[in-house]
């Protein structure tokens, strides 16, 4: 592999090979090779590192690169500042994959974001976070996480609904704590949501707003008593729902199209048998929400 600049074995060139892998130990070498590294480099972590608020891994040009944690822990020290705390920042085209290792975050507002045009791709990394987890906005953005763990005390996956579409798949995942919550508004493009293989808690363990979903071979797990819904314009609407489809007002009728197959819900945990409930709002002409091909029909008020 091509060689970072402090390494001696390149053969008296730093790029005799295609693709670059630059072993890191600190945040000041990782920002330096996320500022050097070409379209397909790796940069590879050493040793575990912790980071402070002021740290910031910024990945705004349009190339692709991975982040290979290489079985070691990536500490983000951040305070419960308001609107405060972005460990990475994936921005301007750029798709970054994170894989191999732990992250742990105090308390960040954003944690890992990814915005308009961006993708981030997480494979075998097991987060904990004392607040968000992974928050995307803008439009366009790709959320793919794949064979993870995740456990947050504020959602885990979350699209901020301000803007649309988002595309946000999950395989092969469990979420510990905090749930998925996928936003939008109705008038826009619909977001796409795609759940595979995955047990996923949360005070209501999923809840979108005109989303297009597929959720296939997996158990939703809400976890908290079921406490009726109320019109939210700015938030979830929904706690101790396994599935919640809902809007974000009381005239706004749920638009999208959404396909449940082989999955299971609970409440509380997992039980020998199924116990949890889901929460459908009154559907728009052409909207549909299907659980094993059948159609939900008895919709539910928000109570107002």
């Known amino acids: ?35 050097n590294a070409a379209d397909g480099d790796t940069i590879l972590l050493s040793n575990d ?21 290489n079985g070691k822990t990536l500490e983000y020290k951040v305070p419960n500042t308001a609107k405060a705390g972005v460990l990475v920042d994936v921005s301007n085209g750029a798709t970054l994959t994170l894989k191999n290792g732990s992250i742990e975050m105090d308390k960040p507002y954003y944690g890992l974001l990814v915005k308009e045009n961006s993708t981030l791709i997480l494979n075998y990394i097991k987060l904990k976070s004392g607040d968000g987890g992974i928050f995307s906005q803008g439009k366009n953005p790709t959320v793919e996480i794949d064979n993870c763990e995740l456990s947050t005390e504020y ?12 595309d946000i798949t999950i395989r092969n995942t469990k979420i510990f704590k905090g749930g998925v919550y996928v936003s939008n508004s109705s008038g826009r493009e619909l977001q796409t949501l795609t759940i595979e293989n995955s047990d996923i808690y949360g005070a209501t363990a ?83 929400v299907t659980i094993d091909g059948n159609k939900v029909n008895n919709f539910n008020s928000y109570g107002e």
Not at 156 to 163: E, L, M, P, R, T
């Open 1 to 35: 592999a091509k060689q970072y600049t402090y390494e001696e074995d390149g053969f008296g060139s730093s790029d005799y090979d295609e693709k670059a892998v630059y072993p890191v130990t600190t945040a000041e070498q990782v920002k330096d090779a996320i500022a």
């Open 49 to 69: 590192l912790t980071v402070d608020e002021s740290t910031v891994f910024e990945f705004n040009e349009a190339k692709r690169l991975t982040l290979d944690l």
């Open 155 to 166: 959602y885990a996956v979350y699209h901020n609904g301000s803007y649309a579409p988002a």
């Open 206 to 288: 999923v809840e979108i707003k005109h989303t297009n979903a597929t959720i296939t071979d997996s158990k939703l797990i809400g976890t908290t008593t079921p406490t009726g819904s109320g019109a939210n314009g700015n938030g979830g609407c929904t706690e101790g729902y396994s599935l919640a489809v809902t809007t974000n007002g009381v005239n706004d009728k749920a638009t999208g199209t959404v396909k449940v197959t082989g999955c299971k819900f609970y409440n509380a945990d997992i039980a020998e048998e199924p116990n949890g409930y889901y929460f459908v709002y009154e559907l728009a002409e052409g909207a549909s």
